[in-house]
């Protein structure tokens, strides 16, 4: 392997302000389809606020067709971990916890963020787990400085999600098999970011480098299963999940967001 395949690519200061413009917008469209969810909702009202926004901004989603996805987020509710395909028998209710996934594409750069929020009042044990779910991405975060490896983040988000059982009082699972990856002019791109690991593995993370962070956590299970849509991902007992995503640069002043939700 060559030495160049061992760093992380960086972005020039130029194309991470053109990320951040893009993810931006994202922020924006969370925030308009937190905003305005409510029970009686279906997942495909919340969808349309999010496309509504990210095009009226002069971006384009970039869920919409990515491997045949029909969405503009994925709208994920209850024991639905992610990808869940938003539709319009997808009826919200007083108590549920949603993920929304979101991506949009401006001057062809690409940003990614998700978070999880409830309709109405959480019940405790689900306020629990988005709240140390949003935790263990924050700690995350922090790990994305130049020098460090790969698998730092990684270790970040596990140990962060040990500590994350203790402080909001909740038995946490980290999803099998999902996690976080490289992001630029595609949304998906090397490396995959795993949720748990050892720590100083991988490739080095350079000044520049972006990640997309997105811990993963369930209340039950680490196991999953893909449902016949071949997209909807759910936990095999049924148990609840919460998922939340930022895409960050390395940066000499340390980790910057670049999906503000400001």
Known sequence: MSRRRKI?????????????????IVGRALQAVKAEAK????????DAIAEQVIRDAGAVPTFKGY?????SICSSVNDVIVHGIPSAANILEEGDLVSVDCGATL????????????????????QALNLATEYVLE???RAMVPGNRLTDVSHALEMATYDAESKFGVEL??????GGH?????????????????????????EGSVLAIEPMLALGTADNVTLADEWTVVTTDGSWAAHWEHTVAATAQGPRILTTRY
């Open 8 to 24: 992380i690519p960086a972005k020039t200061p130029g194309e991470l302000d053109a990320m951040q413009a893009a993810g931006e």
């Open 39 to 46: 029970a009686g909702m279906s997942t495909l009202d919340l």
């Open 67 to 71: 491997g045949g996805f029909p969405g």
């Open 107 to 126: 001057d062809g750069w690409v940003g990614d963020s998700a978070w999880s929020f409830g309709i109405g009042k959480l019940g405790p044990k689900a």
């Open 139 to 141: 700690q995350g975060l």
């Open 173 to 178: 699972h980290i999803v099998d098999g999902f």
């Open 182 to 206: 490289g992001i630029g002019r595609e949304m998906h791109q090397e490396p995959f970011l795993a949720n748990e690991g050892r720590a100083g593995r991988g490739p080095l993370i350079q």
